[in-house]
């Protein structure tokens, strides 16, 4: 069975630091774009970042540009979310996604979304 499941969420405080983990189970990673998506309140879902699996193309949104990396470690068959420089604006419910050629809303997979939440 088929699983993606996040972890690292919490809360931080303007400025900080998160780093977000994803784990998959029951595929291998290898052959997959694999990525993170996010839903704020209010807000409709966004995708921040992506990784391909030929080339190791990345991709990021403005907002998050020069403050995320996205990386990989196909023998963990994980995927993180490094996230610095943190600020009220990224509060959101993150998601980690997996494709088989992109990352986009029709991604095959999806995790159950870690919250973080960024305040004082």
Same mark, same amino acid.
């Given at each position: 069975?088929?699983?993606?499941?996040?972890?690292?969420?919490?809360?931080?405080?303007?400025?900080?630091?998160?780093?977000?983990?994803?784990?998959?189970?029951?595929?291998?990673?290898?052959?997959?774009?694999?990525? =993170?998506?996010?839903?704020?309140?209010?807000?409709?879902?966004?995708?921040?970042?992506?990784?391909?699996?030929?080339?190791?193309?990345?991709?990021?949104?403005?907002?998050?540009?020069?403050?995320?990396?996205?990386?990989?470690?196909?023998?963990?068959?994980?995927?993180?979310?490094?996230?610095?420089?943190?600020?009220?604006?990224?509060?959101?419910?993150?998601?980690?996604?997996?494709?088989?050629? =992109?990352?986009?809303?029709?991604?095959?997979? =999806?995790?159950?979304?870690?919250?973080?939440?960024?305040?004082?």
């Amino acid at each position: 069975q088929v699983h993606l499941v996040e972890s690292g969420g919490g809360l931080v405080q303007p400025g900080g630091s998160l780093r977000l983990s994803c784990a998959a189970s029951g595929f291998t990673l290898d052959y997959y774009a694999i990525g =993170w998506f996010r839903q704020a309140p209010g807000k409709e879902r966004e995708g921040i970042s992506c990784i391909n699996t030929s080339d190791g193309n990345t991709y990021y949104t403005d907002s998050v540009k020069g403050r995320f990396t996205i990386s990989r470690d196909n023998a963990k068959n994980t995927v993180y979310l490094q996230m610095n420089s943190l600020n009220p604006e990224d509060t959101a419910v993150y998601y980690c996604v997996a494709d088989s050629l =992109w990352c986009d809303d029709e991604a095959d997979y =999806w995790g159950q979304g870690t919250q973080v939440t960024v305040s004082s």
